[in-house]
Structures are given as structure tokens and as C-alpha cells.
Nanobody, 117 residues
Framework: QVQLVESGGGLVQAGGSLRLSCAAS????MGWFRQAPGKEREFVAA????????NYADSAKGRFTISRDNAKNTVYLQMNSLKPEDTAVYYC??????????????WGQGTQVTVSS
């Protein structure tokens, strides 16, 4: 069983930054997804187990950076230039790489990100 522990969410003003962390109980391809109220869960970014490959949703390109520290089995999502439309619960997912949530086997509990205008 893979355990994922997320942290780093919070309230920030538009234009600000947050860094989300997801500590895993192993080394896997990982992804970040988000779900806003009344909307479907959507892909944000993914990183391969080695960290050599990354993939971003168009909404994240140029503003968000996914990275990992394999010594700590932790994946990060650095979010800059945040917008109110980035407000959502952010989930990390493990044992996958693509943009389809069905490709991932394990999910974290989610962390709330709220961006005020």
C-alpha cells in the first residue's frame, strides 16, 4: 500500500506563490491534479520516477513547476503567479505519469488552495 501525505496548501492573494509537497512511501511516477467546486478533477502536472520527464497542463505551463527529491521520496509543486481560478483542492497521485486520473493507482487526501482576488 502506497501512502501519500500532502502539505503546503493555504490562502494566498492573486499573484502570490505556494509550494505543495507530497511525501510518498516509495519512488513512483507522480502527478498533481486539482478539483474546484462543481467541476471535474483535472490534471495539473506529472513527473516521472527519475524526475527526468515532466508534463504540464496548459493552465500550468509557465507558472507551475513540478519537481522531486528522491532522497526524501517527495514531490513538489511550486505554484507562482497564482490566479483566483487556481482555487481548488489539489491532490497528488502515485504510480502513473499521464494526464488521465485513471492512470494513477494511489491518491493523497488533498490540500486546499485558495487564491483571493
Amino acid at each position: 500500500q502506497v501512502q501519500l501525505v500532502e502539505s503546503g496548501g493555504g490562502l494566498v492573494q492573486a499573484g502570490g506563490s505556494l509550494r505543495l509537497s507530497c511525501a510518498a512511501s516509495g519512488r513512483f511516477g507522480m502527478g498533481w491534479f486539482r478539483q474546484a467546486p462543481g467541476k471535474e478533477r483535472e490534471f495539473v502536472a506529472a513527473i516521472s520516477g527519475s524526475g527526468q520527464r515532466t508534463n504540464y497542463a496548459d493552465s500550468a505551463k509557465g507558472r507551475f513547476t513540478i519537481s522531486r527529491d528522491n532522497a526524501k521520496n517527495t514531490v513538489y509543486l511550486q505554484m507562482n503567479s497564482l490566479k483566483p481560478e487556481d482555487t481548488a483542492v489539489y491532490y497528488c497521485a502515485a504510480r502513473g505519469y499521464g494526464s488521465n486520473s485513471n492512470e494513477y493507482d494511489y491518491w493523497g487526501q488533498g490540500t486546499q488552495v485558495t487564491v483571493s482576488s
